[in-house]
T-cell receptor, first 113, second 113 residues
Framework: GAGVSQSPSNKVTEKGKDVELRCDPI?????LYWYRQSLGQGLEFLIY????????KSGLPSDRFSAERTGGSVSTLTIQRTQQEDSAVYLC???????????FGDGTRLSIL | TQLLEQSPQFLSIQEGENLTVYCNSS?????LQWYRQEPGEGPVLLVT?????EVKKLKRLTFQFGDARKDSSLHITAAQPGDTGLYLC?????????????FGTGTRLKVLA
């Protein structure tokens, strides 16, 4: 597709389970960002991938959160031992270069029971 | 720590009224973006402002970047019900060679017919 694709669109899981969220960026975009959005508020930065450089993980809230980007394309955000406070919408964005804007996917709405 | 304060948080107005949303920070940004987000979707870029004092117009929307590139405003003239949504500002900055964004907390606008 032409846009950023995220899956699943919705995920409901029990507290303590692990979850994986997937992001397919726009083809050719070198930068990829993950954000978390709670209750329709602003976006909280989680992690940033740029080309083959080491990712900027400074926004990850705890060591239960991790992300990888394979082959400079698809990215997976993993949350281990989920907690209720992890419930949020997780948004992914990609960008072609520093002079171009981010393009967002529609997010994954994660609900922890 | 960089912060981007957005106000007002909520706004409910009648069709045809004018409104202004503000984003303020003590930090200087290399650029600032405005997004609109609808329920269940990712943010969609409205405009990017780059130069201090820059004014951009998008139909009934007028965006201004402060002279010092620390603040911005979005003015909507004669609001329509279709303008309803969550408006987000995002300041772009570079740190340690990475290109990141900080988002405001959002303004939830409802325009009543």
């Amino acid at each position: 597709g032409a846009g950023v694709s995220q899956s699943p669109s919705n995920k409901v899981t029990e507290k303590g389970k692990d979850v994986e969220l997937r992001c397919d960026p726009i083809s050719g975009h070198t930068a990829l960002y993950w954000y978390r959005q709670s209750l329709g508020q602003g976006l909280e930065f989680l992690i940033y991938f740029q080309g083959n450089s080491a990712p900027d993980k400074s926004g990850l809230p705890s060591d239960r959160f991790s992300a990888e980007r394979t082959g400079g394309s698809v990215s997976t955000l993993t949350i281990q031992r989920t907690q209720q406070e992890d419930s949020a919408v997780y948004l992914c964005a990609s960008r072609a270069d520093s002079n171009q804007p981010q393009h967002f996917g529609d997010g994954t709405r994660l609900s922890i029971l | 720590t960089q912060l981007l304060e957005q106000s007002p948080q909520f706004l409910s107005i009648q069709e045809g009224e004018n409104l202004t949303v503000y984003c303020n920070s003590s930090s200087v940004f290399s650029s600032l973006q405005w997004y609109r987000q609808e329920p269940g979707e990712g943010p969609v870029l409205l405009v990017t402002v780059v130069t201090g004092g820059e004014v951009k117009k998008l139909k009934r929307l007028t965006f201004q970047f402060g002279d010092a590139r620390k603040d911005s405003s979005l003015h909507i003239t004669a609001a329509q019900p279709g303008d309803t949504g969550l408006y987000l500002c995002a300041g772009a900055f570079t740190t340690s060679g990475t290109y990141k964004y900080i988002f405001g907390t959002g303004t939830r606008l409802k325009v009543l017919a």
